[in-house]
């Protein structure tokens, strides 16, 4: 947001050239400790716990929702893990998109009152202090609507990343690696194939968690 309390220090890059570098986590930490204590380092704690406990049962209620009903559609082969289809990556594709941005949607006003919480390290803010009061002056100052502040670009970049991870996973697993053989450790690969690609994914799709964080602060007093 455009705040920036240390002054870089001269550092060099891989390449080893000489090129300005901002602190790393412990230096702002230390920072952070030194202005408000330790306290400072949990500012919008509780909002968070709150969008993680109530994200996670969404997230679970929804896909419990969508399994019940195709419970009956799902094959035999299906039950004791075939080979990953296309059509069946889609499938499953869908399901947890839905699931997540129904989360998203619903956890989003605990986000931007989490993000506000934080912020107000910089200009020494008092304006949200707590859950129930931040709740009453969004709505008081920016109606409905002030609760999904930045909410679009967030969506929009879980459901590129969710795809991207996925696709991507499939067509490693489908196409670089071998079927496991007994033995083999390829089996093991494409247990991590999900995991390197997810990280891909949210790399290239960080711009968008970027721009709704600045919208679900931006103009907030």
């Given amino acids: 947001v455009g705040h920036e309390p240390i002054a870089p220090v001269m550092g060099r890059n891989i390449f080893r050239r000489p090129v300005l570098q901002l602190p790393g986590l412990f230096t702002y930490a230390k920072h952070i400790v030194s202005i408000d204590g330790k306290r400072?380092?949990?500012k919008?704690?509780?909002?968070?716990?709150?969008?993680?406990?109530?994200g996670t049962i969404v997230h679970g209620k929804v896909l419990q929702s969508y399994q019940e009903m195709k419970e009956n559609e799902c094959t035999e082969m299906e039950k004791i893990g075939e080979e990953p289809s296309l059509h069946r990556v889609f499938e499953e594709t869908m399901r947890e998109m839905i699931a997540r941005s129904t989360a998203t949607v619903v956890t989003h006003p605990f986000h931007v009152i989490t993000l506000r919480c934080m912020v107000q390290f910089i200009g020494?803010?008092?304006?949200?202090?707590?859950?129930?009061?931040?709740?009453?002056?969004?709505?008081?100052?920016?109606?409905f609507f002030g609760f999904?502040?930045?909410?679009f670009p967030r969506l929009l970049g879980d459901v590129i990343s969710?795809?991207?991870?996925?696709?991507?996973a499939y067509l490693i697993n489908t196409y670089a690696l071998e079927p496991p053989s007994q033995g083999s450790q390829i089996g093991e690969l494409?247990?991590?194939?999900?995991?390197?690609t997810g990280f891909l994914a949210s790399m290239l799709t960080y711009p968008?968690?970027?721009v709704s964080n600045l919208m679900a602060v931006n103009n907030c007093g």
């Fill in 148 to 151: 999904f502040a930045g909410l």
């Fill in 208 to 210: 968008f968690v970027l």
């Fill in 162 to 168: 969710l795809w991207l991870c996925n696709m991507l």
């Fill in 40 to 42: 400072g380092l949990f």
């Fill in 190 to 196: 494409r247990s991590y194939s999900q995991a390197v």
């Fill in 44 to 54: 919008g704690l509780t909002p968070r716990l709150c969008a993680g406990t109530i």
């Fill in 124 to 143: 020494r803010e008092t304006k949200y202090s707590g859950l129930f009061g931040s709740i009453v002056t969004i709505y008081e100052e920016e109606g």
